[in-house]
């Protein structure tokens, strides 16, 4: 197995999410918390045009992504200022760069099948609809008929596909030779705290956290072949950091994507 470097991406802000879609586009929202200002950058991933770079809408900072599908993002607004709960829907449409339709009466509740789900409070419970994702308009009432919209949110689960991604994990692993490969980089190194990792065609993908004289840790990335224990490929993520920076690798598809110091993005193509 070899990497090969495919993109560098270094926005200037602090990267918050990495979006890919269904058509291999990859959708970053990054945040500058000091002017409270959020912006959305859009690249196809093979080619690695640009799609459109710190992309804004009128609100400028208290705002976020539901889903991407179709070549639509489903933003949302935040019910109030540093509170998790969203409010409204503003549908964009990708390729356009124009909004295509927005509602301030409704909050998001899931996408399944062209039909946003989502309700409107009342004074005593929620009302549930569902809208046409390209318009907007109202396309079922489901009343406030929690059930049923539960059960439609538990099929819309079960038939999404996670098949093209690979994700680091932190349990221990069922097969000895792997779980052997993880207890040996653990004991050959001062880490501190889990190894993530995932396997992929007989490779061990690994994120840890060594401990330096200071105390203060540095993560890494290592590609670790399976069978003769050769590291294959590395990377220091983040360098004299005082917590644990999770989550800073996937596989998508045939790419892996590293984050390194939560600010730059390295894609690196596989063979």
């Excluded at 609100?59 to 200022?81: D, M, R, S, V, Y």
């Excluded at 360098?239 to 390194?260: C, G």
Aim: with cysteine.
């Amino acid at each position: 197995m070899n990497f090969y470097k495919h993109i560098e991406y270094r926005p200037g802000q602090q990267i918050w999410r990495i979006l890919p879609t269904a058509d291999d586009k990859v959708v970053i929202e990054k945040r500058d918390s000091e002017d409270k200002q959020v912006y959305f950058d859009c690249f196809e991933l093979e080619n690695k045009n640009n799609i459109f770079k710190n992309l804004q809408l009128e609100e400028k900072f208290w705002i976020g992504i539901e889903t991407i599908q179709n070549g639509i993002i489903l933003f949302h607004k935040f019910a109030k200022p540093d509170m998790p709960g969203h409010k409204e829907i503003i549908a964009f449409d990708m390729e356009k760069q124009k909004i295509l339709w927005q509602n301030e009466e409704f909050a998001y509740l899931f996408l399944y099948k062209d039909k946003v789900y989502c309700y409107k409070e009342l004074f005593e419970g929620r009302k549930f609809l569902a809208l046409n994702h390209k318009t907007g308009e109202v396309i079922e009432e489901l009343g406030e008929d929690a059930q049923k919209i539960n059960e439609i949110y538990d099929r819309s689960r079960a038939e999404e596909n996670f098949s093209s991604y690979i994700f680091p994990q932190t349990h221990s692993h069922s097969d000895q030779k792997i779980q052997s490969r993880i207890d040996e980089l653990k004991s050959g190194l001062a880490i501190f705290g889990d190894v993530e990792y995932n396997i992929l065609d007989g490779t061990l993908l690994t994120s840890y956290h060594i401990k330096k004289e200071d105390n203060s840790l540095v993560n890494k990335f290592s590609a670790i072949d399976i069978e003769t224990g050769e590291e294959k490929f590395s990377n220091v993520l983040c360098e004299n950091i005082d917590k644990f920076m999770t989550d800073s690798f996937f596989v998508y598809k045939e790419y892996l994507f590293l984050l390194k110091e939560k600010t730059e993005i390295m894609i690196y193509k596989i063979d």
